[in-house]
Nanobody
Framework: VQLQASGGGLVQPGGSLRLACEVSGFDSDLYTIGWFRRAPGKEREGVSCIGLSDASTYYTPSVKGRFFVSRDNAKNTVFLQMNSLKPEDTAIYYC?????????????????WGKGTLVTVSS
């Protein structure tokens, strides 16, 4: 199983980015995806997760109303749309797969991790 995160980059405060997490090698749609981030000098934290459909999502309070997670099962891809970005959103963003029918955003429950993609919010 492989997860490939992409879409990071440099953006000005107030701007937007869309991250993608492509899943390959998993032979079912019965998984959930969590997005985590590690900011410079800080521990990794959970940002958002999505269950089996767009109807089941969770956001950490600091991003609620600005970030939106969705999934396209036909493409085996989960997206994280990030709007109104702030300098404190600067971090390496990781996606992780959890073999459950509901997402928990608990690091120790994640079964597979992708390599991160760097998001830098700066003027």
């Amino acid at each position: 199983v492989q997860l490939q995160a992409s879409g990071g980059g440099l953006v000005q405060p107030g701007g937007s980015l869309r991250l993608a997490c492509e899943v390959s090698g998993f032979d079912s749609d019965l998984y959930t995806i969590g997005w985590f981030r590690r900011a410079p000098g800080k521990e990794r934290e959970g940002v958002s997760c999505i269950g089996l459909s767009d109807a089941s999502t969770y956001y950490t309070p600091s991003v609620k109303g600005r970030f939106f997670v969705s999934r396209d099962n036909a493409k085996n891809t989960v997206f994280l749309q990030m709007n109104s970005l702030k300098p404190e959103d600067t971090a390496i963003y990781y996606c992780a797969l959890e073999r459950r029918t509901y997402c928990t955003l608990v690091e120790n429950y994640m079964d597979y991790w992708g390599k991160g993609t760097l998001v830098t919010v700066s003027s």
